[in-house]
């Protein structure tokens, strides 16, 4: 597995490991209503008297993942996790935005400042970490009430990003996760730090 200092090109693709139980979405035009179609027959597997609820579910994600495709999304994964009768509901969209929605840099100092001076920190948090394989990369966490963001969840949603530059580019990859599960963020947050930590270029 080689290092992002080891590049002295750009990377063919990215690598990231996720738990079992997180559900791909596929966000291609093309493949995304099979997904989304198997995942509502598995969520509603065994209970035939819900068909309004599964079209609901099925209308939410097709515009969760139309959203996350137009802002350059490529990897679109929820959580189908359960503790006891509980959901861990969780999400994890990857995405390169276009050139022109970041600064043209690849340094993640540059970037954290960029972030301060236009947004700044609030009672978040914001700062350079280093991930193993893939580099150096800006870690932001907030709160943010996003009505969209866990298909009908209107309360605050605790949301963690990772800005990774790509080795020998001016592009970056994004990590966005979120939860609604407020009592539960700390931990959530543990077991996304877990996932991001095992972002490799390939």
């Not at 139309?66 to 959580?79: D, F, H, M, P, V």
């Not at 970037?111 to 193993?132: F, I, K, M, P, Q």
């Not at 580099?135 to 990772?162: C, F, H, I, W």
Request: aromatic share 8%; glycine share 6%; hydrophobic share 40%.
């Amino acid at each position: 597995m080689k290092t992002a200092d080891e590049f002295a090109s750009p990377p063919a693709d990215y690598r990231l490991f996720v738990p079992d139980g997180w559900f791909q979405i596929s966000l291609l035009p093309e493949e995304r209503d099979r997904s989304i179609v198997a995942l509502a027959d598995l969520q509603f597997r065994g209970i035939d008297n819900a068909p309004h609820l599964k079209s609901q579910l099925m209308r939410d994600l097709q515009k969760k993942a139309k959203n996350a495709y137009a802002i350059g999304g490529t990897e679109l994964y929820l959580s189908l996790l359960m503790a006891g009768p509980v959901p861990l509901a969780s999400s994890l969209l990857i995405s390169v935005p276009a050139p022109d929605e970041w600064p043209q840099c690849s340094d993640p100092d540059e970037l954290a400042e960029h972030l301060v001076s236009r947004n700044g920190v609030g009672d978040g948090e914001l700062g350079v970490v280093g991930l193993e394989a893939a580099g150096r990369a800006v870690r932001r966490r907030r709160k943010a009430a996003d009505p969209e963001n866990e298909m009908g969840n209107t309360g605050l949603s605790t949301t963690l990003t990772y800005y990774v530059p790509i080795p020998a580019t001016k592009r970056w990859l994004m990590l966005t996760f979120s939860t609604p599960l407020d009592p539960l963020a700390d931990r959530m947050v543990e077991l996304f730090d877990a996932v991001a930590g095992t972002l490799h270029w390939a």
